[in-house]
């Protein structure tokens, strides 16, 4: 078992310890090289700058929680990838993200319901360190000394937010948390949150608990590695936050 460390310290970032010595890394990372024919979609001309002068939209709802009896799950999507799972004993979140701005990309929709809003949470997961899925703002607000869990090599980005510990796991690793059972997934995309530091594993989360299994698959084009974790786990229920817009070759399944 991990000890937990002071939540300041570097050292509460714990890494699961490989069950064979050498897990097998099946994740594909995207090419970021663009297509012949890039130019003609300019990404500046034809999305950043008219994106500055829409208004936000979607409507922010105060939430009603219902009470969650044993055996019971409740789900709520509350927008982009992020999700609230709760059951009749813990409150999870994957991937929170309450942000306005992506640095300089507007965010246009707005979160289903106000931070402030949520429940207290238990256990917080994050699939990869890019910006609209790990937004350090939101998980600073969210920390209250519960654990978090991330891809291997994101954990110093959210080391000093407050959590109690970090466990970091590797592709197919299972990290058992009070009544969860939390293992990473490989997934078709990248992990630099920055442009060099592509070291970060980046993924999905199989969460099993109260008998039931929830499949969130992080950010993922299609990949036939989604069918391995269909062979791995018996999902209840799957998340598919896929990007919506349109797929030039870093969405598609090229390698
Ligand atoms: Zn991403």
Redesign the pocket.
Known sequence: MPIPFSKKSRRNVVRQESDNGAAAKRSTRVRLRPRPDWHKRNFLTSVLIPSLFIKRSGDRAQPQFPKIRAGEICITWIGHASFLIQTHEVNILIDPNWAKWLKVIKRLKQPGFEIHHLPSIDFVLVT?A?F??LDRRTLRHVAADQPIVVPIGVGNLVHDLGFHIVHELDYWQTVQLGPLKISLTPCH?WGARFLADLHRAFGGFVVAVDGRTIFHCG?SAYFPGFKEIGDRYKIDIALLPIGAYEPPTRRKFSS
């Open positions: 990869h890019h609209d899925h995309h950010d």
